[in-house]
């Protein structure tokens, strides 16, 4: 026989609900916070992108408006002042940050550079005779302007941007050419003075627009990797064309974030979710323990009055609904002179008799029925669907022979003791409980005085 409560069953129906719902409302905001941190941080990424371009944009226009204002002065200088000519392109180099050469030539052929160390091979090169310095030479010459080509690798070592000026003897018409002023600005120096290089260690950027080519040219700073996509750009301007700064991503914006700030909310969530959890467990835990107390016999363990008289108020309700489809039998168990017992014996053995009476009991039963002590010697017997009379009266002889012949064993001696049973079952002509225990009862004490 079973004593669990239906109660149960709803609790860790409703424990398992009030489960998932935590679960979905922890990743839910989980999902929230890190979408929102990662909106603040490409906010905040894009800020300093914007900062960085331009940056770059103020440092480069420097380097380039000293190279255009050295340009307008070399062609009347070239030819009459070579000690001037040196004066003035040295202090062009001195006052730029990151020029480290410049170069005249004349009709595109390279008569003077600065420094001259370490770039005595450069004189008398012919831009005609190399076909990629031509290129960039005949770009300027078209557009009549400056022109920044590369990032292109230097003889000496490390990436230079080249600074295209051509001069026209005949401004604003720039009809004659005198020839083209070039200049050489350190891109590794430019990365790291304009911040760059650090903003690259902590994101993913891109540089793209060799020769000024701006969104659509070839990357020459960071590489393409796959799966990965624009998440913020920014476009440096030249006087002619510039770059796109982009920084790629592929799904998680942020790096280098420690976990425990990108999990923050399931570490909040499930602890606070493991405390009510246990708080909840414990108590339901008292609640069952209080509830077993309030329902169930403390010596015998059996159900008490209370509980019973629930079972038996609910199975006259079915009983009633469907009629003849089911039907249930009440046995009054009452045992004979139990007062001696305790008298003779003391209370320990009296309380021993009730055990071993109620053990006994539950073993003649089946599962489906009920078993409770209602008195201080009394049970109360409810069995489910016994189909015939007849067969109630059989298992009240199997009680009277099985449970109430045989002593019971208290220390080196033996208890006798009967009992005197009566039944009643259910009909529909019955108005209530009540009625059938009176019936019982009835029975019971007839039972009584046949003994």
């Known amino acids: 026989m079973s004593y669990t409560p239906k109660k149960q069953r709803y609790f860790v129906l409703f424990f398992f609900i009030f489960l998932v719902a935590c679960v979905a409302i922890t990743e839910l905001l989980h999902q929230n916070l890190n979408l929102l941190r990662q909106q603040h941080a490409q906010v905040q990424a894009k800020n300093q992108l914007a900062i960085l371009a331009s940056n770059l944009e103020a440092s480069v226009m420097a380097d380039i408006y000293k190279v255009s204002t050295l340009a307008t002065i070399i062609p009347l200088l070239s030819a009459r002042d070579q000690s001037k000519l ?3 392109v040295n202090q062009t180099l001195e006052k730029g940050r990151h020029i480290t050469s410049i170069g005249i030539a004349p009709n595109d052929v390279i008569t003077h550079v600065y420094p001259l160390q370490g770039n005595e091979r450069a004189i008398g090169l012919n831009y005609r005779s190399s076909p990629q310095q031509w290129a960039q030479v005949q770009k300027a010459k078209e557009i009549e302007g400056i022109f920044i080509a590369g990032p292109v690798t230097l003889t000496q070592g ?7 000026v051509p001069i026209f003897t005949d401004s604003p018409k720039n009809a004659h050419y005198w020839g083209m002023v070039s200049a050489t600005i350190d891109f590794n120096a430019l990365l790291e003075d304009t911040g760059i290089r650090e903003f690259s260690q902590a994101y993913h950027v891109v540089l793209r627009g060799y020769d000024s080519s701006g969104l659509l040219g ?3 700073f960071g590489q393409l990797q796959p799966n990965e996509t624009v998440r913020i750009k920014e476009r440096v301007n030249f006087p002619y064309g510039g770059w796109s ?6 799904s998680e914006f942020e790096r280098g974030v420690p976990w425990y700030i990108v999990n923050v909310s399931r570490l909040v969530g499930y602890s606070i979710l493991l405390v009510i959890s246990i708080a909840m467990l414990v108590i339901y835990r008292l609640y ?3 509830n077993d107390r309030a329902l169930h016999d403390e010596l015998t363990h059996l159900p008490n ?4 008289m629930q079972t038996l108020n609910q199975q006259f309700e079915i009983a009633k609904r469907y009629k003849k489809r089911y039907s249930f039998a009440l046995i009054n168990v009452d045992l004979n002179k139990f007062k001696a017992v305790n008298d003779n014996y003391g209370h320990s053995a009296g309380d021993g008799v009730l055990i071993a009476c109620a053990q006994r009991i539950k073993k003649s039963l089946r599962r489906s029925d009920t078993v409770a002590r209602v008195g201080g010697d009394e049970f109360l017997i409810l069995i489910h669907n016994p189909v015939t009379e007849a067969n109630v009266k059989l298992l009240v002889d199997k009680l009277k022979q099985e449970v109430f012949s045989e002593p019971v064993v208290y220390g080196n001696g033996h208890i006798r003791f009967n009992a005197s049973l009566g039944y009643a079952m259910f009909h529909p002509s019955i108005a209530s409980p009540e009625a059938m225990l009176k019936v019982a009862d009835e029975w019971m004490y007839a039972d009584k005085r046949r003994s």
């Open 86 to 88: 040196d004066m003035v």
């Open 158 to 164: 490390g990436f230079g941007l080249i600074v295209r």
């Open 218 to 220: 070839e990357v020459f």
């Open 245 to 250: 700064m982009e920084v790629h991503s592929s």
């Open 288 to 290: 069952r323990v209080a």
């Open 305 to 308: 009055r209370r509980y019973f």
